[in-house]
């Protein structure tokens, strides 16, 4: 099924468990517009967190030029998102937890996807707790990334679902402090609605960025000074 995204259209997932198309990134038409403009310039996507395959089958489908990885904990989410995705070419998906698959990234691609500009969406939370080794080792090793937190807690706006990830846990994991902006969703009077998720009035989700580069926020973020 083919849907828009800023006047382009893209391919989404058909999930069989549940018969019916769905939407990455919990269809949040703001955070679409940031991360379909990371993506344009990125070089790999690297999700924790497969679930059963909407955002891996979205990104592999819409950028092919990107080299792009999943891994999953969960051996049932795990058969469904195989049966959903099928077999795309520049898509390797691993029954693998999180942080190991992040460790392990280097032995599938080579040393040099450190030095590419990768995006991470980090979504590995469900029963587990890796966020903090997560962090640090992105942290500490890629030199050229975005990272996207998934269900993060926005102090400032309690319109945000949040999975009680907070800043004050990753800030002591955050290596090269110099070099990284900290953003989160700031929905403010111009954006009545808080965000226009499915035009259907849902709660949208939480999330925190972390970036190397100058990427492009369309006001849609604040930056977060740490202290």
Same mark, same amino acid.
């Given at each position: 099924?083919? @849907?828009?995204?800023?006047?382009?259209? =893209?391919?989404?997932?058909? $999930?069989?468990?549940?018969?019916?198309?769905? @939407? %990455?990134?919990?269809?949040?038409?703001?955070?679409? /517009?940031?991360?379909?403009?990371?993506?344009? /310039?990125?070089?790999?996507? +690297?999700? *924790?967190?497969?679930?059963?395959?909407?955002?891996?089958?979205? +990104?592999?489908?819409?950028? @092919?030029?990107? #080299?792009?990885?999943?891994?999953?904990?969960?051996?049932?989410?795990?058969?469904?998102?195989?049966?959903?995705?099928?077999?795309?070419?520049?898509?390797?998906?691993?029954?693998?937890?999180?942080?190991?698959?992040?460790?392990?990234?280097? #032995?599938?691609? !080579?040393?040099?996807?450190?030095?590419?500009?990768?995006?991470?969406?980090?979504?590995?939370?469900?029963?587990?707790?890796?966020?903090?080794?997560?962090?640090?080792?992105?942290?500490?090793?890629?030199?050229?990334?975005?990272?996207?937190?998934? $269900?993060? +807690?926005?102090?400032? $706006?309690?319109?945000? *679902?949040?999975?009680?990830?907070?800043?004050? /846990?990753?800030?002591?994991?955050?290596?090269?402090?110099?070099?990284?902006?900290?953003?989160? %969703?700031?929905?403010?009077?111009?954006? %009545?609605?808080?965000? !226009?998720? #499915?035009?259907?009035?849902?709660? %949208? +989700?939480?999330?925190?960025?972390?970036? *190397?580069?100058?990427?492009?926020?369309?006001? =849609?973020?604040?930056?977060?000074?740490?202290?």
């Amino acid at each position: 099924m083919i @849907t828009k995204y800023n006047e382009k259209e =893209y391919e989404i997932i058909y $999930d069989k468990s549940s018969g019916c198309y769905k @939407t %990455p990134f919990h269809n949040d038409l703001f955070m679409m /517009k940031i991360m379909l403009n990371c993506l344009e /310039k990125a070089e790999y996507f +690297v999700e *924790t967190g497969l679930f059963l395959g909407y955002t891996s089958y979205f +990104v592999a489908k819409n950028f @092919t030029n990107i #080299n792009c990885y999943s891994c999953e904990i969960n051996s049932d989410f795990f058969k469904l998102a195989e049966l959903n995705i099928g077999i795309i070419d520049n898509l390797k998906i691993e029954l693998n937890k999180s942080p190991d698959a992040l460790y392990n990234l280097k #032995n599938i691609y !080579n040393n040099d996807i450190f030095n590419k500009y990768c995006i991470f969406w980090i979504d590995a939370h469900w029963n587990t707790d890796p966020l903090n080794d997560e962090i640090n080792y992105i942290t500490s090793n890629f030199k050229k990334f975005t990272i996207f937190i998934d $269900d993060f +807690v926005i102090p400032y $706006d309690n319109r945000f *679902t949040n999975d009680g990830l907070t800043i004050e /846990k990753i800030t002591q994991n955050i290596n090269n402090k110099g070099n990284i902006k900290i953003f989160m %969703p700031y929905y403010d009077s111009n954006h %009545p609605d808080c965000n !226009n998720i #499915n035009n259907n009035g849902s709660q %949208p +989700v939480g999330y925190c960025i972390l970036t *190397t580069e100058n990427i492009e926020t369309f006001e =849609y973020l604040k930056e977060i000074k740490l202290s």
